[in-house]
């Protein structure tokens, strides 16, 4: 059994405005982080699922990002509604989401 139920990744990277891969802190990935984390804390379940920023996950393009694990689910989560519903599906009813879900294979 893993330490935690569920460990998050939010990507935090920032770049300088006007880079052509752009970033996942310019598109929101801090509201995301933020919301994940006190919903998990108002939830009282911040001792089965864990919350974490991360440096760049390397998929700037479709971000902001996250990842899920321990079954490496990767996500693209541009607001704090999809943010919830990740919430309320995945970490807590165990259903991944399709519509915004990313593949885990890197494309060579």
């Not at 893993?2 to 990507?11: E, R």
């Not at 607001?79 to 989401?97: C, M, R, W």
């Amino acid at each position: 059994m893993s330490y935690y139920n569920f460990h998050v990744f939010v990507c935090q990277n920032a770049r300088a405005e006007g880079h052509p891969r752009g970033c996942c802190q310019s598109r929101g990935s801090e509201a995301v982080f933020q919301h994940l984390k006190s919903r998990i804390r108002e939830l009282g379940l911040n001792k089965e699922i864990r919350i974490n920023k991360s440096g760049c996950l390397d998929r700037c393009e479709e971000g902001p990002v996250l990842v899920i694990y321990p079954e490496e689910t990767w996500y693209s989560v541009d607001s704090v509604e999809k943010a919830e519903e990740l919430l309320q599906s995945h970490l807590l009813n165990k259903q991944k989401i399709t519509n915004y879900s990313l593949s885990n294979q890197r494309e060579f």
